[in-house]
């Protein structure tokens, strides 16, 4: 009973800090302000009818109900990145003291962490992109008309790895948890930008900051540009790292196959059932199903990761 009122306890502290925490709140007015802008901008192009595609509004529809759903599990998220700075902290590993960082300024502190968290995002991207980790991070793919709200399609399980990483990222590099949080709110901006079904590539600046024309070529359902532009912000991760691809305005399809488009439940339950299917095969007494992965996997994943296995491929 005690776990359980300790439990019961943190879930409440957690709900205030939420409710309580000014950056959250900005970070909200932020996103609808914006939000508001998109919408007069797309009025007065439409010379103010209404008269959206019926499948985009699906698409709005379905990435609200992900934005509400990640409200609601962002209390789990915290409370399951708990016991990992626990045991982070218990075994010791060699860090950066946060004494370290106390003489810079907040100017440039907060540019800083910006750039490591982007770093951690890189690679968290990348690891979404390997097989495995595919059909959750299939859902925020599975988008097929991109639109600011786009950024909010985020399965919870995503939002759980992410989480992990940057707590284990702030606690090596001993950074002030409020440096991080002051960047919350442009990165949370510059996300929803780089969805806007606009062809803006920055000009001179596209290797400096990331654009919703490279961000579209991420999500082209094109084997040529699948697991490319995994940069959230820089992309000079993906210049440095091999994976950036922008060959020019993106004409193609966006979307990924195999998945559900707009079908909230059936997108959150997507990698459970896929897992499933691998599970069944995996456990299956023949010697061809120990070597295969199902076929939804196989069918919308190989053609996703960053380095392909051969031994799944697909014709
Ligand atoms: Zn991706
Ligand atoms: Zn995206």
């Known amino acids: 009973m005690d776990v359980l009122a300790d439990f019961a306890q943190r879930l409440q502290e957690l709900f205030l800090f939420l409710v309580n925490n000014r950056l959250e709140s900005l970070s909200f007015a932020a996103t609808i302000a914006f939000l508001f802008v998109i919408l007069l901008v797309d009025l007065h192009r439409r010379g103010y009818r209404f008269s959206w595609p019926r499948r985009l509004l699906k698409s709005v529809g379905a990435n609200i109900a992900f934005w509400w759903v990640s409200l609601l599990f962002a209390p789990a998220v915290l409370l399951l990145t708990y016991p990992v700075k626990q045991f982070y ?13 106390q003489g810079v300024p907040a100017w440039l502190l907060v540019p800083l962490a910006i750039v490591c968290y982007d770093f951690a995002n890189y ?24 639109n600011a709200l786009t950024a909010y399609r985020i399965h919870f399980l995503e939002s759980v790895i992410m989480a992990l990483s940057y707590i284990l990222l702030l606690s090596w590099l001993g950074f002030p948890t409020g440096s991080m949080g002051m960047g919350a709110v442009l990165l949370t901006l510059h996300s929803m930008y780089v969805h806007l079904n606009v062809d803006w590539d920055h000009g001179p600046f596209k290797y400096v900051i ?10 082209a359902d094109l084997p040529e540009a699948y697991g490319k532009n995994l940069a959230n912000i820089f992309p000079v991760f993906d210049l440095v790292f091999g994976t950036y691809y922008v060959p020019g305005p993106c004409h193609e399809p966006l979307g990924a196959k195999g998945v559900p488009e707009n079908d909230v439940v059936k997108l959150i339950l997507y990698p459970f059932a896929v897992w499933g299917k691998l599970a069944l095969k995996l456990f299956r007494p023949s010697r061809k199903a120990q070597t295969s992965v199902p076929d939804d996997l196989a069918k919308t994943e190989t053609h996703r990761t960053v380095e392909p296995d051969a031994s799944t491929a697909t014709p």
């Open 89 to 101: 902290d218990a075994i010791g590993l060699p860090g950066i003291d946060e004494s370290f960082w």
């Open 123 to 146: 690679w968290n991207h990348r690891l979404m992109h390997h097989r495995w980790f595919w059909p959750v991070h299939a859902i925020h793919h599975s988008d097929p008309d991109m």
């Open 210 to 219: 990331a654009s919703p024309r490279m961000h579209q070529w991420h999500h």
